[in-house]
């Protein structure tokens, strides 16, 4: 076990490396809709200006939890904001952090699941597919289904959940592959 727990540690180093080369790179930008200055500036006013006394949160915007904010919503335009109120650096160590010590967690976790089947899946070959199978289901249902239920952003989704499925695949191929105890077939 104490092997699967240091591929744990290196399939979370591992998600956390594809995690910054999607996201912290300017590949990200494929996902992500920019505004020229002055709108950054109004928009971020506006926040500011309507947002700040309810504090941090995700605010479908109008809110269509009355009959007034169910017609406006239908009219459009519409949008979910999530709102923090307070600056955030650009680049912030204390996700950077965060983000690597919830990558370790996740992929001890694959770690775990796959130790957990070492005796009936035996192979490289057949402990990946147990790995893309359940990443694919978990990231599907969790990532693609915000545009399908929620009317979310394509692009943002889909790119969202192709760096997911790559990291959380990579985090449990390193398990896989030289983390598992070898088990003799008979």
Same mark, same amino acid.
């Given at each position: ?10 399939? /979370? ?11 912290? @790179? ?7 809709? !920019?505004?020229? %200055?002055?709108?950054?500036a109004a928009l971020q ?9 309810? /504090? ?21 335009? !519409? ?12 680049? %912030?160590?204390?996700?950077? $952090? ?13 770690? $775990? ?8 899946? @035996? ?20 990532? $693609? ?18 760096? %997911? ?9 390193? $398990? ?11």
């Open positions: 076990m104490a092997r699967v727990a240091l591929g744990g540690i290196l399939g /979370g180093i591992a998600m956390w490396l594809i995690g910054f080369l999607f996201w912290g @790179t300017p590949l990200s930008r494929i996902a992500l809709s !920019s505004l020229d %200055d002055a709108s950054g006013g506006a926040l500011k200006q309507h947002l700040s006394a309810g /504090g941090a949160g995700a605010y479908p915007v109008p809110w269509p939890g009355t009959d007034v904010g169910t017609t406006l919503y239908g009219q459009g335009p !519409s949008a979910m904001v999530f709102y923090h109120p307070g600056g955030l650096p650009v680049v %912030d160590s204390s996700a950077l $952090i965060g983000g690597l010590v919830l990558a370790v967690v996740c992929s001890l976790l694959i770690g $775990i699941a796959l130790y957990a089947l070492r005796e009936r899946v @035996t192979t490289f070959a057949d402990r990946m597919k147990v790995v893309v199978w359940f990443v694919l289901a978990a990231t599907l249902w969790t990532e $693609i289904g915000q545009p399908v239920f929620n009317h979310m952003p394509w692009t943002y989704f889909v790119y969202l959940w192709v760096s %997911d499925v790559v990291a959380l695949v990579a985090a449990g191929a390193v $398990i896989a592959r030289w983390f598992l105890p070898r088990v003799l077939e008979a």
